[in-house]
């Protein structure tokens, strides 16, 4: 019986789909999860409602855990865009600079210059990190 009339909502949708990741071994995305050890909390496994109650209103945002190799519970997610998500993946090369960590592309972005330009400064030519995040780095 279905009381929380959520059902296909984004929020549900967000739900159902964490849950298969990190239990069903027969979803595609299994072994980036659950096969990883990435569990949902004991409350939102067994709750949508609790679910709901603790992550709010997506807005139209995605899940997203804050640490990427904890589980799915209060505190370790919010709802994100789908670039702040990309930011955090394990393809994501991040480089530290001046005591801040952003991805590659993110630096571009800064920059005013295309990533492939960037990566191009550093693993082509062999840059220093310093002259390829600065504007004398410019050819």
Same mark, same amino acid.
């Not at 595609?28 to 004991?42: A, L, P």
């Given at each position: 019986?279905?009381?929380?009339?959520?059902?296909?909502?984004?929020?549900?949708?967000?739900?159902?789909?964490?849950?298969?990741?990190?239990?069903?071994?027969?979803?595609?995305?299994?072994?980036?999860?659950?096969?990883?050890?990435?569990?949902?909390?004991?409350?939102?496994?067994?709750?949508?409602?609790?679910?709901?109650?603790?992550?709010?209103? =997506?807005?139209?945002?995605?899940?997203?855990?804050?640490?990427?190799?904890?589980?799915?519970?209060?505190?370790?997610?919010?709802?994100?865009?789908?670039?702040?998500? =990309?930011?955090?993946? =394990?393809?994501?090369?991040?480089?530290?600079?001046?005591?801040?960590?952003? =991805?590659?592309?993110?630096?571009?972005?800064?920059?005013?210059?295309?990533?492939?330009?960037?990566?191009?400064?550093?693993?082509?030519?062999?840059?220093?990190?310093?002259?390829?995040?600065?504007?004398?780095?410019?050819?």
């Amino acid at each position: 019986m279905k009381t929380h009339q959520q059902y296909g909502t984004r929020e549900y949708q967000a739900w159902a789909n964490m849950k298969a990741r990190c239990e069903n071994p027969n979803n595609i995305r299994y072994h980036r999860y659950g096969g990883r050890g990435i569990k949902v909390c004991e409350r939102w496994r067994n709750s949508f409602e609790a679910f709901l109650a603790d992550m709010g209103p =997506s807005n139209g945002l995605t899940i997203d855990r804050i640490d990427n190799d904890g589980n799915y519970e209060p505190g370790n997610c919010r709802w994100a865009t789908v670039r702040e998500q =990309s930011q955090k993946t =394990s393809r994501i090369k991040l480089l530290t600079f001046n005591g801040e960590t952003l =991805s590659l592309a993110e630096w571009a972005r800064r920059l005013g210059i295309r990533a492939n330009t960037l990566t191009m400064r550093l693993n082509a030519y062999k840059w220093p990190l310093e002259k390829a995040l600065t504007k004398g780095g410019e050819r």
